[in-house]
């Protein structure tokens, strides 16, 4: 069954660094969002990317995050200068149009010490 | 007010208990609705779609009502693996985002 990948599963980083977060969505999805689950709390909207551009993003998809898609099959989410509250568990997504159901991938969890 | 809303629980039940959750959603226009499953640290996944004739798939029926902006889940016959966060989601377009409730969490006790 196709499915989502994320890597990594679990990245520890300093306060300031830069975080990249890294998507395979399932291949003949069009539609790819990110979502981000700060533990004990709701999953939330961050971005969506459709046709190598951002289609929508939220409040907290600030100009520290970004997203690419640089090789027609990875679709990354940069953080520039991670902080602390940036500590979540950061799922990627991609939607199958005909049945509107967004499979997920396993997440990213990123610990921001 | 929240744009979905739930009783975050936990709901701890027997075993072979029914159990229902609720959620209420505030924006009118949205489109289409969900329930999604969440195991502890895991990725949400799919458990039903929500029509507005109501449906059922095998021991689930999800029901929404959209003058009252409301979406309920009935879990018949509970299993000691039906024991998860239940997301409640809604979305305002086919390939818009999915905006997400707290979740209700069930715990099914032998």
């Known amino acids: 069954e196709p499915e989502v990948t994320q890597t990594p599963s679990h990245q520890v980083t300093q306060m300031g660094q830069e975080v990249i977060l890294r998507c395979v969505p399932i291949?003949?999805?069009?539609?790819f969002y990110w979502y981000r689950q700060i533990l004990g709390q709701k999953v939330e909207f961050l971005v969506s990317f459709y046709n190598n551009e951002i289609s929508e993003k939220s409040e907290i998809f600030d100009d520290q995050f970004s997203v690419e898609r640089p090789d027609g099959s990875n679709f990354t989410l940069k953080i520039r200068s991670t902080k602390l509250e940036d500590s979540a568990m950061y799922f990627c997504a991609s939607l199958l149009v005909e049945s509107g159901e967004l499979f997920f991938g396993e997440g990213s969890r990123l610990t921001v010490l | 007010r929240k744009e979905v809303e739930q009783d975050p629980g936990p709901f701890n039940v027997p075993e072979g208990a029914t159990v229902a959750f609720n959620c209420t959603y505030s924006?009118?226009?949205?489109?289409?609705f969900f329930w999604y499953r969440q195991d502890c640290r895991k990725e949400p996944k799919l458990l039903m779609s929500?029509?507005?004739s109501g449906n059922e798939d095998g021991r689930f029926t999800a029901q929404l009502n959209r003058a009252s902006q409301y979406i309920s889940l009935l879990i018949r016959d509970s299993k000691l693996s039906d024991s998860a966060t239940y997301l409640c989601?809604?979305?305002?377009?086919?390939?818009?985002?999915?905006?997400f409730g707290q979740g209700t969490t069930l715990q099914v006790k032998p």
């Open positions: 989601v809604v979305k305002l377009s086919n390939t818009g985002k999915l905006i």
């Open positions: 924006n009118s226009a949205s489109q289409s």
């Open positions: 929500v029509y507005s």
């Open positions: 291949s003949n999805h069009l539609y």
